[in-house]
């Protein structure tokens, strides 16, 4: 089996990632079996700075500082929990010791194989305003859609301010609840929960569009490498 090694974002994504990996492994391991999992995770302030600032190079140097940490206790290769991080992996790709699971390619081949053909964006204005999700979507063949500025901003508000700080309030999943209604009313078949804390609050139990949990899908992913093609 392979190891599995996580760059770490925000704790809440981290561990939503891990816990996932360890969880879901019982269904191909068995009981209480877990794959080989290290976790580093640098302090999330460190990632923002250089975000704040558009300095997105400073963000790979970062993710690159943790691949290395990585790759020395071991692991195979690695995935990121953090769809906003994503946008700096082109600068971290060449120089990586460890391939890579890329969330957003993992998102879209969930979305054929559920077969998915419009899509609605959800996440930090970050990653909303990069190419990160319709680069991937569009090399399958998926059409997507963005929120209005005013509503990315606000997702982003909720993301920043809220979640990734473990506060979790009803009206927060409300305005999820209304971006993800109008995406639904611009044609969306599904909604992307492009950010490691949405699926805290949202989930096909409140959301009225299908969702496709990018957090969950790549650990599921990863545990599907690490333990090899056999299993599915």
């Known amino acids: 089996m392979q190891h599995i090694g996580i760059v770490g974002g925000s704790a809440e994504g981290a561990a939503l990632c891990y816990r996932t990996l ?3 492994a019982a269904e191909f391991l068995g009981p209480h079996a877990h794959p080989e999992v290290t976790l580093h995770n640098s302090s999330l302030d460190g990632y923002m700075q250089c975000i704040y600032r558009n300095d997105w190079n400073a963000v790979g140097d970062q993710l690159l500082a943790s691949v290395g940490k990585l790759a020395k206790a071991g ?3 690695v995935i990121c929990p953090d769809n906003t991080f994503h946008q700096a992996l082109p600068c971290v790709l060449p120089r990586s010791p460890l391939p890579w699971l890329h969330i957003a390619e993992v998102v879209a081949e969930e979305a054929v194989k559920r077969g998915f053909k419009r899509l609605g964006l959800t996440g930090t ?5 990069s190419n990160v999700y319709p680069e991937k979507l569009e090399a399958r063949g998926l059409a997507y859609v963005r929120p209005g500025a005013a509503e990315r901003g606000e997702l982003g508000r909720i993301i920043m301010d809220e979640l990734v700080c473990s506060t979790f309030k009803p009206e927060s999943v409300a305005t ?8 639904k009313a611009e044609g969306c ?7 490691t804390e949405i699926p805290l609050i949202i989930n096909d139990g409140n959301s009225v ?5 990018s957090t969950r899908l ?6 599907r490498r690490a333990i090899g093609s056999g299993h599915s």
């Open 22 to 24: 360890c969880v879901e």
């Open 218 to 223: 790549l650990a599921r992913a990863a545990l």
């Open 209 to 213: 569009l299908p969702t496709l949990d």
């Open 176 to 183: 999820f609840q209304r971006v993800i209604e109008q995406l």
């Open 75 to 77: 692991a195979d290769f």
């Open 125 to 129: 204005r970050w990653l909303l305003e």
């Open 189 to 195: 078949d599904a909604v992307i929960l492009g950010c």
